[in-house]
């Protein structure tokens, strides 16, 4: 069974760079026809999608694009996302997803998730 953990600083600054990484155990992040994504949730909003890395290529939501990346390491297994100059409403639960296929709002399996906190 497929396992995916998000890990990363939970506190930042105004204008840093968060940086995630989403460990998978059970599957390959190359297996064929998976996404691997990355989603957000704000206190008090709805599910947001940011991005996914599949072996076609990454794929970014237009709204996050400019200062959004996600790349994988193979060898261990894990994808990363990156936000430039992240702001207080960068704050929200990011989690990391497998999809069966291209999908922006339908994950088979999830990541716990984790609190990031953008506050000076």
């Known amino acids: 069974q497929v396992q995916l953990q998000e890990s990363g600083p939970g506190l930042l600054k105004p204008s840093q760079t968060l940086s995630l990484t989403c460990t998978v155990s059970?599957?390959?992040?190359?297996?064929?026809?998976?996404?691997w994504s990355w989603i957000r949730q704000p206190p008090g909003k709805g599910l947001e999608w940011l991005g996914a890395?599949?072996?076609?290529?990454?794929y970014y939501s237009p709204s996050q694009e400019s200062r959004t990346s996600i790349s994988r390491d193979t060898s261990k297994n894990q994808f990363t996302l990156q936000v430039s100059s992240i702001t207080a409403e960068d704050t929200a639960v990011y989690y990391c997803?497998?999809?069966?296929?291209?999908?922006?709002?339908?994950?088979?399996?999830w990541g716990q998730g984790t609190q990031v906190t953008v506050s000076s």
């Open positions: 997803a497998r999809s069966m296929g291209w999908s922006t709002t339908g994950f088979g399996n």
């Open positions: 059970g599957d390959s992040i190359t297996a064929r026809f998976y996404y």
């Open positions: 890395i599949a072996n076609s290529g990454t």
